[in-house]
């Protein structure tokens, strides 16, 4: 089932509509939204509790929503 605007946003808080674009675009689930943001954001403590590295679909999710190193 394809994600949603509004599943989107729940996750990642307001984003530009392009962004919503692009992710909804990739075909990717909610789950693997979630699992890129948790590595963009702890990926010290998900190594550190074993995680296997993200697939390559969510690495793909990961580098799109990192921030540009210009906006950073």
Do not use: C, K, Y
């Not at 949603?4 to 990717?28: H, K, N, Y």
């Amino acid at each position: 089932m394809a994600i949603t605007r509004d599943e989107i946003v729940s996750i990642l808080g307001p984003v530009d509509a392009q962004l919503i674009a692009e992710l909804m675009g990739t075909g990717a689930s909610a789950e693997e939204i979630r699992e890129a943001w948790g590595w963009l954001h702890n990926d010290e403590a998900l190594m550190g509790a074993g995680r296997p590295l993200p697939g390559t679909r969510v690495g793909r999710l990961i580098e799109m929503l990192e921030p540009d190193e210009d906006e950073a």
